[in-house]
């Protein structure tokens, strides 16, 4: 996809901030192009970046779909204080508005989190139940180590929302031709349509992207081989 494919989020954090866009000054993950996607905080600042697809049906699309992307918490001047994640079901073009997270939680080392929430408030360190954190998985991941991870969000006939994560083995399989596999501790995930399982309804429609929630100075993290799919 293009850079012309994606919109910054309305409310996200200005470049004085955090700066944003391609380098290939930052070594990729194998299978990866030319170039990859950064985000560098340039101040003590709270709040978040992110980038939703502009595509006809995507913006947002009436059901669910899929966003796949290997993820890095880049090394930089601290190991807390930021998170980066994909997302699938954001209800509005701000980082303010609340969808469906995957991606590394805010600790060192950090762990695979499925949230439900507020893009801006990312991926806090907290036990399942809490923050909205849906699923947790059980591996540690450290700074500076490529994540490639997948989000399926299937809007089911009745209403129940149906969210699956899986991860590819960046040291085995190249990211341009994953093997995907469970998250060992993160099982599935069913919002269902009477807001039982997570304590709210379920988003039925999405918006698709990817982005960085920081709250600390000279915070990093990277993206690479982004893949979306919308479900009819």
Known sequence: MASSDWTVCTD??????????????????????????????????????????NKTNFAPNTKGGRISAAIQRGVGGGNSGFAPFIFLGLQGPSVDDVGYLLGLSDEEPSKIVLRKGALST????????????????TDTYSTG????????????????????????????HDVDDPTWAAIPGLDDFVDDALGINSGSPPYTTSRFGFGFQVSDVTRRSFFDYIEVLRQL
């Open 12 to 53: 996200s954090l200005n470049t004085a901030s955090v700066d944003r866009g391609v380098t290939n000054g930052i070594a990729r993950p194998g299978g990866g192009g030319s170039f990859l996607y950064g985000f560098n905080s340039l101040a003590v600042v709270t709040g978040a970046v992110a980038l939703f697809t």
């Open 122 to 137: 990312g991926l806090p360190s907290a036990a399942i139940g809490e923050a909205g954190i849906l699923a947790k998985g």
């Open 145 to 172: 180590e490529w994540v490639h991870l997948l989000l399926d969000m299937i809007v089911n006939e009745n209403g129940d929302v149906l969210l699956q994560a899986k991860q590819s083995d960046v040291s085995v």
